[in-house]
C-alpha cells in the first residue's frame, strides 16, 4: 500500500503564497505520477497540476497556470506545490494524488492513490 501525507495548508491573505508538500511512504516503487487536485464546498474535485516520474511533463490548470508551481523530489518521495498570487477562488481542499504509471495526467480517475486532504483559505 502507498500511504500519502499532505501538508502546509492554511489561511492566507489574498496575493500572499503557501507551499504544499506531500509525503509518499510504504511501497513507494509503486508510484509514478503525481498530481494535486483540489475541490471547493459544493464543486466536483478538480486538476491543479500533475507532474510525469521523471518532471519532464507537467500540466497545469488554467486557473493557476503562472502562478502555481508543480516539483517532486524522487529521493524524498515528495511532491510540491508552491502556490503565489493567491485568489479567494483557490479556497479549496488540496489533495495529492499517485498513480503506477509514469505519464502525467489530469484525469483524477486515473489516479490510485489519494492522500486526505489540506485545506487552503485565501482571504481576501
Known amino acids: 500500500q502507498v500511504q500519502l501525507v499532505e501538508s502546509g495548508g492554511g489561511l492566507v491573505q489574498a496575493g500572499g503564497s503557501l507551499r504544499l508538500s506531500c509525503a509518499a511512504s510504504?511501497?513507494?516503487?509503486?508510484?509514478?505520477?503525481m498530481a494535486w487536485f483540489r475541490q471547493a464546498p459544493g464543486t466536483e474535485r478538480e486538476i491543479a497540476a500533475a507532474i510525469s516520474w521523471s518532471g519532464g511533463r507537467i500540466y497545469y490548470a488554467d486557473s493557476v497556470k503562472g502562478r502555481f508551481t508543480i516539483s517532486r523530489d524522487n529521493a524524498k518521495n515528495t511532491v510540491y506545490l508552491q502556490m503565489n498570487s493567491l485568489k479567494p477562488e483557490d479556497t479549496a481542499v488540496y489533495y495529492c494524488?499517485?498513480?503506477?504509471?509514469?505519464?502525467?495526467?489530469?484525469?483524477?480517475?486515473?489516479?490510485?492513490?489519494w492522500g486526505q486532504g489540506t485545506q487552503v483559505t485565501v482571504s481576501s
Open positions: 510504504g511501497r513507494t516503487s509503486s508510484i509514478y505520477r
Open positions: 494524488a499517485a498513480d503506477p504509471s509514469p505519464v502525467a495526467s489530469m484525469r483524477f480517475k486515473e489516479y490510485a492513490y
